[in-house]
């Protein structure tokens, strides 16, 4: 029989498929464009969360769910009060790649092994919970950025995606990472998507406002970004197009000069396209999964104990 500690300690290109690859089957398989959305539409939100999450990311907005999570973690840079920890860390700013990368495959290692009851799953919370244990973050910082992580896919999705979420889907996501809160031990988690999404809003109208540091983890995080489709010396031309999907007041908040009205409507409008055109194509048969996708920081693969900072 194989321990805890032997599945923890696989690489990730040969850690186990999730489990929802079997119960979710004959939709996957069926070829139709709505298939999935009507097989989630028969669970239920709360106590089939993980596998609806899992069909959403994996299936059918793999796309829509990194850009929808590249763009929240700008939202969290304009919070002035956080910047400087994330500065100091040099983690944002010096390995901006590899602090990419350990984010996104912590988070997908708990969605895409099975969730947060398998070992893989509970390890990549260990080491999470590791990682943020280190320094004194306030938890309504926690609170705010867990709710970005949430609402982020739910708004993208309703202005870009192939089809908007439906309201099981964003209960799901809801009581997906509500879970994954309570095991970091955030408080006060607010008690259903609507008190969070006003949460959200709110402390977004108190706490956004221009820093330094926002400006530069910020602008690390652009440049990085840019660097996988642009030469360096085509940044500057690039940097517009990443503006053009940020709206005003977190602009201003990382320090990031808005763009013309023209090309804003063009590269949303663009964006939107995309997301139509998407609709008309076959659906996936197989699962985008980043934790099976090689990565500048771990080209020939990793363990879970080795993601996030060392020291």
Same mark, same amino acid.
């Given at each position: 029989? !194989? ?8 690489? /990730? ?8 690859? !079997? !119960? ?5 398989? $069926? ?29 059918? @907005? ?19 009060? %956080? ?15 590899? =602090? ?11 969605? &895409? ?12 919370? *260990? ?11 306030? /938890?309504?910082? @926690?609170?705010? !950025? ?11 999705? &309703? #202005? ?24 970091? %031990? ?8 609507e008190a969070y999404d006003k949460f959200n809003r709110d402390f ?16 690390? #995080?652009? /440049?990085?970004?840019? $660097? ?25 908040? *990382?320090?990031?000069?808005? *763009? ?6 063009? *590269?949303? %409008? $663009?964006? =939107?396209?995309?997301?139509?055109l998407a609709g008309l194509l076959p659906p996936r048969r197989r ?6 996708i090689p990565t500048p920081t771990y080209p020939d693969g990793y363990?879970? $104990? ?6």
């Amino acid at each position: 029989m !194989t321990s805890t500690a032997d599945l923890t300690a696989l690489k /990730n290109t040969d850690a186990p498929p999730a489990p929802w690859e !079997t !119960t979710a089957a004959s939709a996957i398989h $069926s070829g139709k464009r709505r298939a999935i959305r009507d097989y989630i539409s028969t669970l239920d939100p709360e106590r089939d969360c993980q596998e609806i999450s899992y069909l959403l990311s994996c299936y059918e @907005f793999p796309w829509d769910t990194t850009r929808a999570l590249e763009f929240a973690l700008f939202r969290v840079f304009g919070v002035a009060k %956080g910047s400087p920890l994330l500065v100091q860390t040099g983690e944002f700013v010096q390995r901006t790649q590899k =602090r990419y990368d350990d984010t996104v495959l912590i988070l997908s290692e708990i969605l &895409e092994s099975g969730g947060y009851d398998t070992p893989r799953g509970q390890a990549a919370l *260990v080491r999470m919970n590791k990682q943020h244990g280190r320094f004194k973050i306030p /938890n309504d910082e @926690f609170l705010y !950025t867990l709710s970005t992580f949430i609402l982020e896919p739910i708004r993208w999705n &309703e #202005t870009y995606g192939w089809r908007p979420l439906t309201e099981p889907e964003k209960q799901a996501s809801y009581f997906f990472l509500r879970e994954i809160g309570r095991r970091m %031990g955030i408080r006060d988690i607010p008690e259903s998507l609507e008190a969070y999404d006003k949460f959200n809003r709110d402390f977004e109208a108190a706490e956004f406002r221009y820093s330094p540091d926002n400006e530069a983890i910020a602008v690390a #995080t652009r /440049n990085l970004m840019l $660097s996988w489709f642009l030469p360096k010396g085509l940044w500057k031309i690039g940097a517009p197009f990443v503006h053009a999907m940020m709206d005003e007041h977190l602009l201003e908040a *990382v320090g990031m000069k808005p *763009v013309p009205r023209w090309m804003q409507g063009l *590269v949303r %409008g $663009s964006v =939107r396209l995309r997301g139509r055109l998407a609709g008309l194509l076959p659906p996936r048969r197989r699962p985008r999964l980043l934790t099976k996708i090689p990565t500048p920081t771990y080209p020939d693969g990793y363990v879970i $104990s080795e993601l996030g900072a060392a020291k």
